[in-house]
């Protein structure tokens, strides 16, 4: 399949889908040193080459604010305590506006996890978090992922549509996951 970068957005944080975790399982939030986890567990979904790459990337995103990833970013561990499955709660700039919206960033469950129901509870805690401090939120995948953007359109996110690459996009997903998408789109503005 292609590899097309996309974005999706959610006009407000209200309803959010509520999904408990399997049995054996524990969400927590970061403490500091969870560098090191988040980078070993978006390596393993493929994200970065090795884990220094991705050790860069989360230094160059969140190092200069590593206290609020303690209030935003989720971990989930197993029954034996290890870390497998993040996302972070985040915030941006959707439209270089300077309008500061919510941002699901970095979604990872380590593969041999993946398939296992954890996927809708890391999301509606990140949500959560979200919802108590923005009203907005939106989100950047690509194309290749889309079990994950089939889940985010369940949740209530929606294509923000900027030019052809997204149309092409969408239309992929739209013969892909077999399911009308773009009537629901966003034409460029998040309200």
């Known amino acids: 399949m292609k590899r097309i970068r996309l ?73 034996n305590g290890d870390v497998i499955g993040t996302t972070t709660a985040w915030y941006g700039d959707l439209k270089d506006d300077g309008e500061i919206s919510g941002r699901i960033h970095w979604v990872g469950v380590v593969p041999d996890y993946q398939g296992k129901k954890l996927s809708k509870p890391l999301l509606s805690a990140a949500m959560n978090i979200l919802a108590e401090h923005h009203s907005k939120a939106y989100l950047t995948s690509q194309t290749t992922s889309y079990q994950a953007v089939n889940m985010y359109l369940n949740y209530g996110f929606e294509p923000y549509i900027a030019g052809p690459s997204c149309e092409e996009a969408w239309d992929l997903l739209e013969n892909v996951l077999n399911r009308k998408i773009k009537a629901t789109g966003s034409d460029k503005q998040l309200k």
């Open 7 to 79: 974005k999706m957005v959610r006009k407000d944080l209200l309803d959010i889908p509520q999904y408990e975790l399997p049995p054996g399982f524990r969400m927590r939030l970061f403490e500091k040193g969870d560098e090191h986890h988040w980078a070993r567990i978006e390596t393993s979904a493929g994200e970065f080459k090795d884990e220094e790459a991705a050790l860069e990337r989360f230094n160059k995103e969140f190092g200069a604010d590593i206290d609020e990833m303690t209030r935003r970013c989720v971990f989930i561990e197993n029954e």
